[in-house]
């Protein structure tokens, strides 16, 4: 007799077993929800309610001033002149970190001794502290730093510059930089992803007569897309929030040669005490990042479909 009722009581124990289950996931999940929440969400609203004030981030009584800081921004050359060397700076890094990384990637997949060891090192520059990085660089594009002895050592020394000091070279001189941070990165990623072909597509394209140049561009590039996206994405990210190697070697001069929306903003709303004018920098960047990262994942939604 005692049957029916036990299993008319299993599927309610099994519910109740299901829902805590599903209880405790949640409660694991709300301390990471109330940081997000908390800190990035709330300081994004917040900055969005300080872009409309007109304040110096001290003064007990800002004053309201609606969009007067956005259409500040619309007629301000510097934003304008910043963009521009965003443009410049990301267009150069993205496909230069892409195309070494994708050489490197592809030579040392091969039999090479000692192929461990030179993965370290060129993986290395990619954890290297900023400041490091940045000190040491500008020892080295100094006019009389290491670049220009050696320049001059192998008789080019008529290519001396004074690297981080001439308006017209010293976002070129940045772009270098980025690169040898981050070439590591892209290569490393490559890496995986060309572990991941099938050998027998690559001996298939060679016993068509496919060259070794012809099976990379015709066979390999093709397969490594969600790669290319996954660059391209964190480079334009990466291009539109780049803070410290710039501010740490030229501080966004000399004039505003090397000047991004990041060290504009630093300087409207710590050195200069516009806060609410940088908070609507703020917003605008984040604005662009979300409109870009949309637009190249829609291209790429499209190409694959």
Known sequence: RSYPV?????PK?????????????YLYL????????????FGVFYNVYVSTLE???????????????????????????A????????VITIFAQMAFGLILALVLSGPIRGRSAYK?????????????ISAAFRQFLRPDGEVNQFLDAVGLGFLQQAWVADPNVALYALAGINIFQWTGFSFLLYQAA????????LEAAQIDGAGTIKTVWHVVVPQLRSTHLVLILTGVIGSLKAFDIIFLVTGGGPGRATEFMTTYIYKMSIM???????????????????LLTGVQLLLNKNKEA
Do not use: C
Not at 83 to 90: C, P, Y
Not at 276 to 281: K, R, T, V
């Open 55 to 81: 304040w110096n981030g001290i003064a007990p009584d800002p004053e309201r001033v609606g969009f007067g800081n956005y259409l500040k921004i619309a007629v301000d050359p510097i934003f304008w002149t």
């Open 30 to 41: 709300i301390p990471a929800l109330m940081v997000v929440v908390g800190i990035t969400y």
């Open 120 to 132: 370290a090192i060129v993986f290395v520059p990619v954890v290297l502290a900023p400041a490091a």
């Open 83 to 90: 963009l521009s060397n965003i443009a410049i700076f990301g």
């Open 272 to 290: 200069q005490f516009h806060v609410g004018y940088g908070a609507a920098l703020s917003i605008v960047l984040l604005v662009l990042a979300l």
């Open 194 to 201: 060309l572990s991941q072909i099938d050998a027998h597509t």
């Open 6 to 10: 036990l299993l008319k009581q299993a």
């Open 13 to 25: 124990k099994a519910d109740q077993a299901r829902r805590r289950r599903i209880l405790t996931a």
